[in-house]
T-cell receptor, first 116, second 114 residues
Framework: GAGVSQTPSNKVTEKGKYVELRCDPI?????LYWYRQSLGQGPEFLIY????????DSGLPNDRFFAVRPEGSVSTLKIQRTERGDSAVYLC??????????????FGPGTRLTVL | AQSVTQLDSQVPVFEEAPVELRCNYS??????LFWYVQYPNQGLQLLLK??????LVKGINGFEAEFNKSQTSFHLRKPSVHISDTAEYFC????????????FGAGTRLFVKA
C-alpha cells in the first residue's frame, strides 16, 4: 500500500516569506508526527497529533511555526516569516492508534526547505 | 529529559568486516530504543527496536543490537558488512509507556569500502 507522502519534495523561498508543507499519512493512521532534520543532525521532534488535536507541540521552536490536521488525516506545517535558520528537511511520520503500547512510526521522504 | 549520544560521527570499514555503531542514552524513566537507517535521498527506515524482553534484538539486513541497562547503551552490530550498508544510522529513544516523542541521536555515517 501507499506510504507516507510529503509535498513538495523541495521548496525554495526567500527570507520573510510564508510556506506550507503538506503530509499525507498512511490511510487509517491516527497518529501523525513532524520532525525537522538540519544538515548533519538527527531528526528533531516538532509536534505530534492524535486525530485532529495536537497532543504534544513541545518541539515547535517558536510561534512562527504552526501545524494543523483539521480532518484527522492530512496535516500541514506552516512557517511564517521564514528565516535562513529554518532551512532543513522536514519529515513527517504516521502510526496506527494506541496510547499504551508501541506503534511503529513510518516516515515520509521529507520536504527539503531552503530559505535564501 | 531523554537524550541520545552516538559516539562516532563516521565509521569507515572494509567490506565483509564486522562493525559496531555505538549509542548511549540517558533517561530517568523506562524507554523504548530504536535504530533507524537512512539511505541517500531516502526516508528513515526502522532497522530494529527494543521494547522489552530479550536484550539482544535482531533486525533487518543482518543487524542486531544489545540493550545494556546498566551501561545505558544500545550498540548496533553486524558481523559482515556489504557495500550496500553504506548509509546514515540513527539511534533513538521514546518514553515508555505512552510516549510518542522520539529523540534521535546525531547519526553515524557508515561508509563501507571495497
Amino acid at each position: 500500500g501507499a506510504g507516507v507522502s510529503q509535498t513538495p519534495s523541495n521548496k525554495v523561498t526567500e527570507k520573510g516569506k510564508y510556506v506550507e508543507l503538506r503530509c499525507d499519512p498512511i490511510s487509517g493512521h491516527t497518529a501523525l508526527y513532524w520532525y525537522r532534520q538540519s544538515l548533519g543532525q538527527g531528526p528533531e521532534f516538532l509536534i505530534y497529533f492524535q486525530g485532529t488535536g495536537a497532543a504534544d507541540d513541545s518541539g515547535l521552536p517558536n510561534d512562527r511555526f504552526f501545524a494543523v490536521r483539521p480532518e484527522g488525516s492530512v496535516s500541514t506545517l506552516k512557517i511564517q516569516r521564514t528565516e535562513r535558520g529554518d532551512s532543513a528537511v522536514y519529515l513527517c511520520a504516521s502510526s496506527s492508534a494506541g496510547t499504551r503500547s508501541y506503534n511503529e512510526q513510518f516516515f515520509g521522504p521529507g520536504t527539503r526547505l531552503t530559505v535564501l | 529529559a531523554q537524550s541520545v549520544t552516538q559516539l562516532d560521527s563516521q565509521v569507515p570499514v572494509f567490506e565483509e568486516a564486522p562493525v559496531e555503531l555505538r549509542c548511549n542514552y540517558s533517561s530517568s524513566v523506562s524507554v523504548y530504543l530504536f535504530w533507524y537507517v537512512q539511505y541517500p535521498n531516502q526516508g528513515l527506515q526502522l532497522l530494529l527496536k527494543y521494547l522489552s524482553g530479550s536484550t539482544l534484538v535482531k533486525g533487518i539486513n543482518g543487524f542486531e543490537a544489545e540493550f545494556n541497562k546498566s551501561q545505558t547503551s544500545f550498540h548496533l552490530r553486524k558481523p559482515s558488512v556489504h557495500i550496500s550498508d553504506t548509509a546514515e544510522y540513527f539511534c533513538a529513544v521514546s518514553v515508555f509507556p505512552g510516549g510518542f516523542k522520539t529523540i534521535f541521536g546525531a547519526g553515524t555515517r557508515l561508509f563501507v569500502k571495497a
